[in-house]
């Protein structure tokens, strides 16, 4: 069984930073496309980016030059390192896990394991 679980949310001011990290449970870590969702209240799911098995990464429009996705493999860890924050970045932050061998996805459908997210609030 796979487990995620988020830490590094809160509260910070439009231009601010914060770091997402996922610690991941189990040995296939290095095997699995990993990816950072987010959902805002009355809003669906949104890809927001995701790191390849060789650590290829792929990101949303929105969070292009600002959002920076990593892993160590070593650490079973994925990081969302988030710069200059905006208002509209609000949202509860999800890690996610692809299924074994698979290459980057932005659809919420095709990850298989989910965290149980972490708030991010940005303030004008």
């Known amino acids: 069984q796979v487990l995620l679980v988020e830490s590094g949310g809160g509260s910070v001011q439009a231009g601010g930073s914060l770091r997402l990290s996922c610690v991941y449970s189990g040995r296939t870590f290095s095997s699995r496309t990993m990816g950072w969702f987010r959902q805002a209240p009355g809003k669906e799911r949104e890809f927001v980016a995701a790191?390849?098995?060789?650590?290829?990464?792929r990101y949303a429009d929105s969070v292009k030059g600002r959002f920076t996705i990593s892993r160590d493999n070593a650490k079973n860890t994925v990081l969302l390192q988030m710069n200059s924050l905006k208002p509209e970045d609000t949202a509860v932050y999800y890690c996610?896990?692809?299924?074994?061998?698979?290459?980057?996805?932005?659809?919420?459908?095709?990850?298989?394991?989910w965290g149980q997210g972490t708030q991010v609030t940005v303030s004008s």
């Open positions: 996610a896990a692809r299924p074994l061998n698979l290459d980057l996805g932005t659809r919420p459908s095709s990850y298989e394991y």
């Open positions: 790191v390849g098995r060789s650590s290829t990464t």
